[in-house]
């Protein structure tokens, strides 16, 4: 989980709220909001924030959830 995603110049990418919102399906006011509450752990630049991509993906194995009890498939 600790991997560094990078591209060609060997710079990690960072993530717009707008981008954030796209992967994982929600609206942007709430992906502002996860990030303004501190759910997304966010980098600040100037005046806006940027997520790292491990960030993004602790967040959502954090909020995995189990398989209910009694659900065998």
């Given at each position: 989980m600790n991997?560094?995603?990078m591209n060609p110049q060997g710079r990690v990418p960072l993530l717009k709220a707008t981008e954030v919102a796209k992967i994982l399906n929600i609206?942007?006011?709430?992906?502002y909001r996860?990030?303004?509450?501190?759910?997304?752990r966010a980098v600040q630049i100037g005046k806006g924030r940027r997520v790292r991509p491990?960030?993004?993906?602790?967040y959502i194995e954090s909020n995995l959830?189990?398989?209910?009890?009694?659900?065998?498939s």
């Open positions: 991997e560094v995603v609206s942007l006011p709430m992906a996860l990030i303004q509450i501190g759910k997304i491990q960030d993004l993906r602790q959830t189990t398989e209910p009890e009694g659900n065998e």
